[in-house]
Structures are given as structure tokens and as C-alpha cells.
């Protein structure tokens, strides 16, 4: 799917426009690509300029939101399938994004995308081949781009984060040409395709999965030993598990995570919010 380059509004850009508008200012002047850069937009009584294109002023937007231009308005970044996703905005410009009103990345002390980078720095991926179990908005990917990685696998089970991925200037497209092909995205379940992988061919490993009440397949022993036999010795794994059910129970997933990997023939430790395991 071709990302979208169009404008991307929040409540609060959404309301410095009008303002500009009522104003009677000729120009506005901010970002409309969620913080990634900064333009100018030509303001006309019933309509806005933006890169040639004229676009009709936002109805009422709603907090939380990110609203992107359909053809005809602007419509949320959402998308309602069993399950309501949508694009969330944070204060750090780089968004999150929510299932059913849980949100899938953290975002209270840094930016997601800072903290991806934190993440990544762990399994050093410049010059590596590593993969990406589950790409999310690609925040993972784009750091190890960033980072100097000489490819990467990201794969990704659900449609609906595929499309939010198109729509997020934060996100990495695969085929833009400054990135000369290194970064591979595919539509799939990693459990299951994770057995196409071949021995060895990996230099290192990226495991972001859902909490383990969504996809405990991606916590077992099974898939643990998969991930040791695609990563080759000396390899690095970054496992993030988060703290469930710290508070309510005495259950302690990432000591349960370092018990399976280092089972699978991994050697682990606890860090950040997750495990970092090396493959003996």
C-alpha cells in the first residue's frame, strides 16, 4: 500500500487554522505531518491551500484523534473490524496507536519512537540482517534504518496496523528509495511464518508481540525455540514484555520469558521493559 501524503490534522492544529482563518491571516504557518516537519498552508474564507492541493476547513474535531483527507473530508485515522484501531497523537509528535482503547505503545515519559530507539540500541543492528517479529507502526524498523542495518524482516498479522502504517509520517515506507530496499514488510503471522526462516540467517532479533493475554503463542516454548534456530550464536534478542499483572498477581512474565529463552539456548537478562537474550 502506497502511503499517504497528504495533510494530518489534530483538535489543536485543527483549531490554530481556524483561528488563522478568523484572523483574517493570509497564511498559516505549522506542522501538518504530525511534528516531522513544518510548511505553510494559503487560507481562503471556504477553503485551505496545502502543496497545491485545497482542502475544505475541518468540522469539530474530538481530542485524541489524528484526521487525515478522504477524498471528501477529513475522517479519523480508524478503522472498526472486530476490534476499533485507531492512530492516537501524543505530546511527542510521533503517534501511538490503540486497539479497543488499549494502548499498544508506551508513551507517558518519552516518545514511542525514542523509546523504540532505546530498544533497538540493545541488539546493536548496523551492518546486521535482523528481523522484526511484529512491525506494529514500524517505529523498530525505522530505527534500525536509522541505525545503519544492513536489512531487516518486519512482519506484521493484522490489515488494520498495515493500513494505520500507510497513513503515519512515522512509520517507514518500504519502498521509499532512500532506504534502497533494505527494509522487507510482509503481511503475516510470524508464528507461522517464522518456520520459512532458514537456519542461522538471522544476525539478530526484535520481539514486540501483544500482551501474552492476546497472543500467547508468540510466549511459548515452541516459538522460542524457532527464534534460536533462524538467529545465529552469538546473536542478540530484544523481548519486549512490559509488567502484566505486576499489580493484581505475583505472576512475573519477563522472569517466566528469561526461564523459556534461556531454555531455547538463549543466555538472558532483564532489561528495559523487557528480556535482552544472546544466543549461545
Not at 479519523?76 to 476499533?84: E, Q, W
Request: proline share 6%; charged share 25%.
Amino acid at each position: 500500500m502506497s502511503h499517504y501524503s497528504g495533510p494530518l490534522l489534530t483538535r489543536p492544529i485543527g483549531e490554530t487554522l481556524l483561528a488563522a482563518r478568523d484572523a483574517s491571516a493570509g497564511v498559516w504557518t505549522g506542522s501538518l505531518d504530525l511534528g516531522r516537519s513544518q510548511g505553510s498552508a494559503v487560507l481562503q474564507t471556504d477553503a485551505w491551500e496545502w502543496k497545491g492541493q485545497r482542502y475544505t476547513y475541518p468540522h469539530k474535531l474530538k481530542d485524541r484523534t489524528i484526521y487525515y483527507w478522504d477524498g471528501d473530508e477529513f475522517a479519523p485515522v480508524s478503522r472498526f473490524s472486530g476490534s476499533l484501531i485507531k492512530l492516537v497523537p501524543t505530546e511527542w509528535g510521533a503517534p501511538t496507536f490503540e486497539i479497543d482503547g488499549i494502548k499498544m505503545l508506551p508513551t507517558s515519559k518519552e516518545s514511542p519512537f525514542e523509546d523504540a530507539r532505546r530498544k533497538v540500541a540493545l541488539v546493536e543492528p548496523r551492518g546486521k540482517v535482523l528481523l522484526d517479529t511484529c512491525g506494529g507502526l514500524g517505529y523498530f524498523a525505522a530505527c534500525c534504518l536509522e541505525a545503519g542495518v544492513a536489512s531487516i524482516q518486519s512482519f506484521e498479522k493484522n490489515p488494520d496496523v498495515l493500513w494505520l502504517r500507510t497513513l503515519n509520517p512515522w512509520s517507514p515506507d518500504p519502498d521509499e528509495p532512500a532506504h534502497g530496499g533494505r527494509l522487507r514488510l510482509a503481511h503475516a503471522d510470524v508464528s507461522q511464518a517464522i518456520t520459512q526462516v532458514a537456519n542461522g540467517s538471522v544476525d539478530a532479533l526484535l520481539h514486540d508481540p501483544p500482551r501474552f493475554g492476546i497472543a500467547g503463542e508468540l510466549y511459548s516454548q515452541v516459538f522460542y525455540d524457532q527464534l534460536a534456530r533462524v538467529l545465529r550464536r552469538g546473536g542478540r534478542l530484544f523481548h519486549y514484555t512490559g509488567s502484566p499483572n505486576k499489580l493484581t498477581s505475583d505472576r512475573d512474565v519477563p522472569r517466566e520469558v528469561a526461564k523459556r529463552l534461556e531454555k531455547a539456548g538463549f543466555k538472558a537478562q532483564l532489561a528495559l521493559d523487557g528480556v535482552l537474550a544472546q544466543r549461545r
